[in-house]
């Protein structure tokens, strides 16, 4: 059962057994109510102070895997489908007498390294180069030319980076494969690159606050706007060969406003997390006819730990607003405006059903920290 559905009806049984005077200000009473459903724990209304704001905020953390940030890139391995350029000069001497034995010394090749890894240089043979830097593959050709060359020097380096490649899907402008090269990439640098704003566009085209990264089998939600706003600690991720970048598509990426809202809206985030003011201001404020400024609630369907989450705003003092700009709302919250007067329970839960399919559509997206 997901988290409004059990929710509303715990609320509901509640109501009904406070007779047909429910009103919102009695949601209070749940307060340290337990839901088995729901949470071993007692779910607590909790009201939005500076002191929750800064517990809150101290929980924002750049919590990325460590074998993420401990990868460094090693020197680039060849492998089947590179192209080496390889230029050998040596003492003339011992190169006159291998041409008029008949042996063909061009001192200059390009090489595409087959299939099974290896290559073929005259007067060396078959050498396998197959998870070899170009360091290695020079010293295996200075070894092998020295029957040649008098003293040879071999110089080996890679033209065409086409063995390793890190896949680059979803909602990018500029989808597909990015090759690894000797110049080590990093995650930042790759997505920028793969344009993920579209033409001049403000507004990403994909949400770039659950970026799903891949790697040996294991992916990992990251929030890179975030990051990119809060640090660079980004920077240091270092992508390698087989690695998946997904950007998914951000039409779920929405927070509600709903109840007496002047303007009940749904809104399309382009960052993980904005001010509940904000919020409040694109829905036009509350409804002064019909709103009751002290009961305006957040229902959140899961924190950073995965749990159920319900706060409460007083929106009817000058703090109260001033505390709304300092509230982060986060994908997925739902913002309800309780109703002065008589207006009854019947109507948030015909407001707030709605909405539990797009909660129960995106249930199954996981945190990775």
Same mark, same amino acid.
Not at 148 to 152: E, F, H, K, R, S
């Given at each position: 059962m997901k988290f409004l559905l059990i929710l509303i009806f715990s609320l509901t049984i509640f109501s009904c057994s406070m *007779? #047909?005077?429910?009103?919102?200000?009695?949601?209070?009473?749940?307060?340290? $109510?337990?839901? =088995?459903? &729901?949470?071993?724990? =007692?779910? &607590?209304?909790? !009201?939005?102070?500076?002191?929750?704001?800064?517990?809150?905020?101290?929980?924002?953390s750049l919590n990325l895997p460590l074998n993420l940030l401990n990868y460094s890139p090693q020197s680039y391995k060849v492998g089947a489908g590179d192209v080496l350029f390889i230029y050998v000069y040596g003492e003339t001497e011992r190169l006159s007498a291998a041409l008029a034995r008949g042996?063909?010394?061009? =001192?200059?090749?390009?090489?595409?390294?087959?299939? +099974? *890894?290896?290559?073929?240089?005259?007067?060396?043979?078959?050498?396998?180069?197959?998870?070899? $830097?170009?360091?290695?593959?020079?010293?295996?050709? $200075?070894?092998?030319l020295s029957s040649?060359?008098?003293?040879?020097q071999v110089d080996v380096s890679v033209t065409e980076f086409n063995s390793q490649k890190v896949i680059l899907s979803g909602n990018f402008t500029s989808p597909g494969t990015v090759?690894? #090269?000797?110049? =080590?990439? $990093?995650?930042?640098?790759?997505?920028?690159?793969?344009?993920?704003?579209g033409e001049s566009s403000p507004v990403p085209l994909g949400d770039l606050t659950s970026v799903k990264f891949t790697r040996e089998g294991y992916t990992y939600e990251i929030d890179f706007e975030y990051l990119s706003r809060k640090s660079q600690i980004q920077n240091y991720i270092y992508l390698?060969?087989? +690695?998946?970048?997904?950007?998914?598509?951000?039409?779920? /990426? !929405?927070?509600?406003?709903?109840?007496?809202?002047? /303007?009940?809206?749904?809104?399309n985030l382009s960052r993980k997390k904005i001010p509940l003011s904000v919020a409040l201001g694109q829905a036009k404020g509350l409804n002064q006819s019909t709103?009751?400024?002290k009961d305006v609630y957040i229902l959140r369907p899961k924190d950073l730990e995965g749990k159920p989450r319900i706060f409460k705003s007083d929106m009817s003092s000058p703090s109260g607003y001033l505390l709304a700009g300092e509230f982060e709302l986060q994908s997925q919250d739902i913002v309800f405006i309780g109703t002065a007067g008589v207006t009854s329970w019947s109507r948030f839960i015909n407001q707030v059903l709605p909405f539990t399919d797009f909660i129960n559509s995106s249930e199954d997206t996981n945190l990775i920290n």
């Open positions: *007779g #047909t005077s429910f009103k919102y200000n009695e949601i209070r009473s749940f307060k340290g $109510t337990l839901i =088995p459903e &729901l949470s071993d724990e =007692p779910i &607590l209304i909790e !009201q939005i102070s500076s002191s929750l704001i800064r517990k809150e905020n101290n929980k924002d042996a063909a010394i061009n =001192p200059v090749f390009e090489k595409i390294v087959r299939d +099974d *890894g290896s290559i073929f240089y005259p007067n060396a043979g078959i050498i396998d180069v197959e998870g070899k $830097t170009v360091e290695e593959i020079r010293l295996i050709l $200075t070894d092998a040649v060359l008098n003293n040879p090759p690894v #090269t000797s110049v =080590p990439k $990093t995650l930042t640098e790759v997505i920028a690159n793969a344009n993920p704003y390698k060969d087989g +690695d998946v970048i997904h950007l998914p598509d951000n039409s779920l /990426n !929405q927070v509600h406003v709903i109840g007496e809202a002047s /303007n009940p809206i749904s809104i709103a009751k400024g």
